[in-house]
């Protein structure tokens, strides 16, 4: 079955250490997206891609870094830059085909990343 | 840069019908959806719309007026189950291709007996 898929689900990291997200999809989408989730709060947009080997910053990169290297992959780096990284991490991806019906983006069961 | 507005929270009745409203504003608009999220779960993809008017999808609705920058989506007949939160989210074109998807705050909805 395609899917998107990230791991792992629970993340303990120490604090000054940076941490990868992984985030795989079969869907054979060209667009690809990390999104910030705090408790109560919405979906803040960290970086996203459209075509392998670019990616642009999203509206909170600071302290974050990514690569697009394979269509199928877009890890997240989690920085020691980062000041406040205890957060839920969701990985997202879609078609870029301008088709009306092509428009849902498909999310991963996220990461809860917890910094000590 | 996009900004979207959403209700906080919304509460009703089961049976009854809500309607959680999203402004918006941003450049090289394409789109409108929406996204129902669970707690602890991941967002799943509700509706779109990409022109003015009503798309029905089963007990939901969303619509659309891009003059006013503005959007709903409609649940009826509510169930317990439909206690979730709802994002709206903006799909610009970007100049050069590709799309970005920027999402609102987003409404948590409370289906009460």
């Known amino acids: 079955d395609g899917g998107i898929t990230q791991s792992p689900k629970y993340l303990f990291r120490k604090e000054g250490q940076n941490v990868t997200l992984s985030c795989e999809q079969n869907?054979?989408?060209?667009?690809m997206y990390w999104y910030r989730q705090d408790p109560g709060q919405g979906l803040r947009l960290i970086y996203y891609?459209?075509?392998?080997?670019?990616?642009q910053k999203g509206d909170i990169a600071e302290g974050y870094s990514v690569s697009r290297e394979k269509k199928e992959s877009f890890p997240l780096t989690v920085t020691s830059a980062q000041k406040n990284p205890t957060a839920f991490y969701l990985c997202a991806s879609s078609s870029t085909d301008r088709g009306l019906k092509n428009t849902e983006a498909f999310f991963g069961q996220g990461t809860r990343l917890t910094v000590v | 840069g996009q900004s979207l507005e959403q209700p906080s929270e919304v509460t009703a009745v089961e049976g009854a019908i809500v309607q959680i409203n999203c402004t918006y504003q941003?450049?090289?608009?394409?789109?409108l959806s929406w996204y129902q999220q669970h707690d602890g779960g991941a967002p799943t993809f509700l509706s779109y719309n990409a022109l003015d008017g009503l798309e029905e999808t089963g007990r939901f609705s969303s619509f659309l007026s891009r003059s006013d920058s503005y959007g709903y989506l409609l649940l009826q007949e509510l169930q317990m189950k439909d206690s979730a939160s709802y994002f709206c989210?903006?799909?610009?074109?970007?100049?050069?291709?590709?799309?970005?998807?920027?999402f609102g705050t987003g409404t948590q909805l409370k289906v009460e007996l």
């Open positions: 941003t450049s090289g608009f394409y789109g």
């Open positions: 891609s459209q075509i392998v080997n670019d990616f």
């Open positions: 989210a903006v799909r610009d074109i970007l100049t050069g291709g590709g799309n970005k998807l920027t």
């Open positions: 869907l054979n989408h060209d667009a």
